[in-house]
């Protein structure tokens, strides 16, 4: 495969992904589903727009993965993933070994050789690290008791990988030629030491965290350029995992190693940033490539064989995780999740079947079909989770890590109360304590299990919830409560809420936190008047404080800021209606146009004395009629 | 009729008062930072509900900040011939945001000969609540000063702007009023607002 033929099945991809991600997304489905399908449709048996390159894309962009990793590892301390160490071992090795030895013996009952039944056991025992990940970052789920059971799961399967490579050949029964030198590393070692490779690796990784990356990004960060940051963040990532695959180990695990040992710099937000966009790419163009390997002449030829592995595979899996997930003592509904979300086989089974070929352990044939039972068993999961969702979620919903049942919104008594709080960091607590002062109660969702568990133990009776799903809202009340007062720190967030609550037809009164002037204006659109933006009250008491500090008596720089804020206010209201309704997404260039309408309108509001008065009252006016609930 | 908290405006059409839609529009100016306490003003300002007559401000309610926009009460003004103000009395005196409405609202220049005055030849009446007795105002009782004498400043405010002030009606021992006596006192101010009416 030549230069040109990447950067062309690239270009491709990604444009196959633009298409079709933002379709599926309409219909509520995940974004994996979409990647998947645009693969499929620009795949050979479709379109035929990917010629042979799509393997080689996918390899390239596996990559992804070792990105996500980094970033999943940013986001967890030191001492968090030292205390998951029994859950990694534990539900990994239980996972693994079970998944292998039933699949194995089953294959072995149908007749298969025994060591090709071993390797095609060892090769479905492996999940999507891509897809899982995914899901639950957008789902919000990687700190609920399913999201770190999966996490500590796959990240075992990760360490698996590794002496998997080093049994097929032993079960082959032949013996490898040497690939290149790429573990050269390791043969350096004494034998003895060989054996503890992932051990040393580990150690070298945590001792390079601790002494070599933060001294080496400050160094970086002195010169003040910000692209050379973004270049020793890529360096970094892509420095771990090429040092990890030079001794022996999986990148991905390399690269979640070195991504917990920053977690506590300085430079977390910053690596972040970085990375995120490089990672979104690369996974996306992997989702696609998946797709576009489907080979749907091998499906046709035997999709009896091939559709009974299927759902075989799938069953197993499910089962066994459903039982360790018993074990492992997780809630039934977070254990369903867990169960329906690791059933598929992942992107290692694609490395693990091609090493298998090529150590002759399974014929071309098997190969081909080996391959369409992975990728159909990925583009299932999503459409399993949905399944899940519509079906299994409402009885059964995922509850947040270490919630008791009482806290949780879907399994505890809810009062009915008039009003219900969405979201309760600083913004909601504020909201809820002047609320609570007064002795008027309310319904208090949070999302964070951590702060819902802070909260409850100082005594506020908060619930655990995703109020974006309706269900949860349904369960706070929403049908019969009177106010809903949204104060998530996510403005989509709250704009999805909204939605939804319109789309029901519901009569309950909303009052929404605004990010800023855009998110208000928005808000106005959608036909919400409460809104209350977080910067503006603020700002305005500081600008008053200033007018003071520069001579201005304070009584009379008050009434300037309380002047000034009606004015902003009725701005506000009046450059909303004057926006297009369908201009929801607009450019930088936009916004500052929208910036100069805004000053220029000030300095007609603001320039003398005489039209002060005449035009900010005649503005006032018109925003005061529409404040007041007019019974006429 | 019980009032609620929020209607702190309403222009409702009226079908049973349909023989008052011609009388002269009212506007209402009420002022009570307490109005959540029970004192006979609850059932007082129900007089003004659902009536064409009148427009009814609740300046706590409209003005919680205490920001009056001028302009915008100016321009109010021109559209009423008759003005009540309605606020009970506090420590002898009007409440401050109604004090606020009269500094914000009133100009001086309209004084002026060649200036237009809003004021000019409205209708004022004025309806006060006091939780004391009757006989504790004036020379003789233990306040000394009569009610007239306590709003004397409002007053001459009223009379250098040529407006028309009919006498202030009191409702005294506003704490302790039988649903008999406010409604008398209801037909009372209102019969001194329409006096051809009932």
Redesign the interface.
């Known amino acids: 495969m030549g230069e040109e033929s990447f950067a062309i099945s690239t270009l491709t991809f990604l444009g196959a992904a633009i298409i079709m991600v933002p379709l599926v997304k309409r219909f509520g489905l995940s974004s994996v589903i979409g990647y998947i399908l645009g693969g499929i449709i620009i795949g050979p048996f479709v379109l035929k727009l990917t010629g042979t390159g799509a393997e080689g894309v996918m390899h390239a962009t596996e990559f992804g993965v070792v990105m996500l990793l980094f970033l999943v590892g940013l986001e967890m301390e030191p001492k968090k993933f030292w205390s998951m160490r029994k859950q990694i071992f534990g539900l990994g090795i239980a996972q693994v070994g079970l998944t292998i030895i039933i699949l194995t013996s089953i294959l072995i009952l149908f007749n298969w050789e025994k060591n090709v039944a071993l390797a095609a056991a060892m090769c479905f025992a492996m999940s999507s690290t891509a897809i899982v990940l995914q899901t639950l970052s957008e789902r919000h789920m990687m700190h609920t008791s399913s999201g770190e059971a999966s996490f500590a799961t796959l990240l075992f399967q990760d360490i698996a990988v590794i002496p998997i490579l080093a049994i097929l050949p032993i079960i082959a029964k032949r013996e490898v030629e040497e690939e290149g030198n790429s573990k050269f590393l390791i043969q350096m070692l004494p034998e003895w030491m060989q054996s503890f490779s992932v051990l040393i690796g580990v150690a070298g990784l945590i001792f390079l965290g601790r002494y070599v990356f933060v001294p080496f990004l400050r160094y970086v960060s002195r010169s003040g350029m910000s692209e050379l940051l973004t270049a020793s963040s890529l360096f970094l990532v892509i420095g771990v995992s090429e040092l990890m695959i030079a001794v022996g180990l999986s990148p991905a695990l390399g690269a979640f190693i070195a991504g917990v040992m920053l977690a506590n710099s300085e430079f977390r937000n910053e690596l972040e940033s970085n990375i995120e966009p490089f990672k979104g790419l690369l996974l996306a163009v992997f989702f696609v490539s998946v797709g576009a390997m489907m080979n749907f002449d091998v499906i046709a030829k035997d999709y009896i064989f091939i559709f009974s592995l299927v759902g075989l595979v799938l069953v197993v899996k499910f089962f066994v995780l459903l039982l360790i997930g018993k074990i492992f003592k997780i809630q039934w509904g977070q254990n369903l999740f867990y169960a329906f979300a690791l059933s598929q086989v992942g992107e290692f089974a694609f490395v693990l079947l091609g090493f298998s070929k090529r150590i002759f352990l399974i014929n071309q044939n098997l190969f081909a079909q080996l391959m369409a039972v992975t990728a159909i068993t990925m583009l299932v999961t999503p459409i399993l989770l949905i399944v899940y969702d519509k079906f299994i979620a409402p009885n059964t919903a995922p509850k947040g890590e270490g919630i008791d049942s009482e806290f949780d919104i879907t399994t505890s008594n809810v009062k009915q109360k008039k009003i219900i709080i969405v979201g309760f960091g600083f913004f909601g607590s504020t909201v809820g304590r002047l609320l609570k002062a007064n002795k008027i109660a309310a319904t208090i969702l949070d999302h964070d299990p951590e702060r819902v568990k802070v909260l409850r133990s100082y005594g506020f009776k908060v619930f655990y919830g995703d109020a974006t799903r309706y269900s949860i809202l349904e369960a706070a009340g929403i049908q019969e409560a009177k106010i809903l007062v949204l104060c998530l720190d996510n403005p989509e967030d709250n704009k999805q809420i909204i939605e939804m609550v319109k789309e029901k037809g519901l009569k309950v009164k909303i009052f929404v936190r605004a990010k800023n002037r855009n998110d208000a204006e928005d808000f106005l659109r959608n036909g919400i008047d409460n809104l209350y933006r977080e910067t503006m009250g603020t700002a305005v008491n500081m600008a008053v404080d200033v007018l003071h500090e520069v001579g201005m008596r304070k009584y009379t720089a008050r009434?300037m800021g309380?002047?000034f804020e009606?004015i902003d206010e009725a701005a506000l209201k009046k450059m909303a209606k004057e926006q297009d309704l369908d201009a929801n997404s607009f450019t930088i260039k936009d916004s500052i146009l929208r910036e100069q309408a805004l000053l220029a309108e000030d300095s007609r509001n603001f320039e003398t004395y005489h039209l002060i008065?005449?035009e900010?009252?005649?503005e006032?006016?018109d925003f005061?009629k529409q404040e007041?609930?007019?019974?006429? | 009729m019980k009032f609620k908290k929020?209607?702190?405006?309403?222009?409702?059409k009226s079908y049973f008062y349909a023989n008052q839609k011609n009388l002269p529009k009212t506007l209402v100016l009420f002022a009570h930072p307490f109005f959540e306490f029970p004192d006979s003003n609850q059932e007082l300002i129900a007089m003004y509900q659902n009536k064409e007559q009148f427009d009814f401000i609740d300046l706590y309610e409209?003005y919680p900040?205490f920001?009056i926009?001028?302009?915008?009460e100016r321009?109010r003004l021109s559209k009423y011939s008759k003005i009540v103000f309605h606020f009970p009395l506090i420590w002898f005196d009007m409440p401050p945001l109604l004090r606020l409405w009269l500094d914000e609202v009133i100009d001086g220049s309209w004084t002026k000969e060649y200036i237009d005055n809003p004021l000019e030849g409205k209708n004022i009446y004025i309806i006060i609540t006091s939780i004391s007795k009757e006989k504790s105002f004036g020379e003789n009782g233990k306040y000394i000063y009569s009610i007239e004498d306590l709003l004397a400043g409002f007053l001459i405010t009223l009379k250098i702007f040529k407006t028309k002030i009919h006498p202030i009606y009191v409702v005294y021992e506003s704490e302790s009023q039988s649903f008999k006596e406010i409604e008398a006192h209801k037909a009372n101010f209102l019969n001194l607002i329409n006096p051809t009416s009932i």
Request: no cysteine; hydrophobic share 25%; net charge positive.
């Open positions: 009434r309380k002047r009606l008065e005449e900010e009252e005649e006032l006016d005061s007041q609930p007019a019974n006429s | 929020n209607q702190y405006i309403f222009k409702k409209v900040n920001h926009p001028a302009f915008r321009k």
